[in-house]
């Protein structure tokens, strides 16, 4: 049963190119998140897509925009980078409960993306 | 979403019980405590969740007070493998998303497994 996977898993980009990052959830979920995780912090949550819309969202600017496909495979693209772009990608996958207790978040291993 | 507290590094000897506490003194009554932790460069990793009971598996258990006001992630027999960052998150309940709230990271517990 493969986890989530994420592509790619490094890659560097200059200011104010454009970047797409990839995510399969794992099998089974239909639901996918992107988190944002500078060095030495925390993840901080981006949003949230299921059924092919973007259901939550953090405060992150409108440069950041995701998409999910009817397979629920996602990406997040990011316009106009800037330094402080730095940092660890995160996709997370997990089952819509809407309604029930909480469900569980699997993660990928992320993808290092480097501004520069 | 309630906040959360936990000591920011803790050391533990190989083999022994690794006990990391969390503070989640503003819970409410239907939140629950979840557990994950991130080895280096990696993504972070699930490891358990409670409401009120306490709960184990194949990983650890997770012991909450009967006010849940705080909780403790025990590793039974810590390995090297077991040194990472370990967030206590105490996830929303925003009731337009219930169900599906984002998990909200703190900056966990740096636990490192002495030989």
């Known amino acids: 049963d493969a986890g989530v996977t994420q592509s790619p898993t490094h890659l560097i980009k200059t200011r104010g190119q454009q970047v797409t990052l990839r995510c399969s959830p794992k099998?089974?979920?239909?639901?996918v998140s992107w988190y944002q995780q500078a060095l030495g912090q925390g993840p901080q949550f981006i949003f949230q897509?299921?059924?092919?819309?973007?259901?939550q969202r953090g405060n992150f600017p409108d440069r950041f925009s995701g998409h999910q496909f009817p397979n629920y495979s996602s990406e997040l693209n990011v316009n106009a980078l800037l330094l402080g772009d730095s940092a660890l990608y995160l996709c997370?996958?997990?089952?819509?409960?809407?309604?029930?207790?909480?469900?569980?978040?699997?993660f990928g291993e992320g993808s290092w993306l480097t501004v520069v | 979403d309630a906040k959360t507290t936990q000591p920011p590094s803790m050391d533990c000897a190989e083999g022994r019980a690794a006990n990391l506490p969390c503070n989640h003194s503003?819970?409410?009554?239907?939140?629950?405590v979840y557990w994950y932790r991130q080895i280096h460069s990696q993504g972070p990793q699930y490891i358990i969740h409670?409401?009120?009971n306490n709960e184990t598996n194949e990983m650890a258990s997770l012991i909450i007070t009967e006010d849940r006001k705080s909780s403790t992630l025990i590793l039974p027999h810590a390995t090297l493998r077991d040194t990472a960052v370990y967030y206590c998150?105490?996830?929303?309940?925003?009731?337009?998303?219930?169900?599906?709230?984002?998990?909200?990271f703190g900056t966990g517990t740096r636990l490192t497994i002495i030989p």
């Open positions: 998150i105490v996830r929303g309940n925003d009731i337009s998303n219930f169900g599906n709230e984002k998990l909200t």
């Open positions: 897509y299921y059924e092919e819309e973007e259901r």
């Open positions: 503003t819970i409410s009554g239907n939140e629950y």
């Open positions: 099998s089974g979920h239909d639901t």
């Open positions: 409670g409401l009120k």
């Open positions: 997370a996958s997990s089952l819509d409960r809407t309604g029930l207790s909480g469900n569980t978040i699997y």
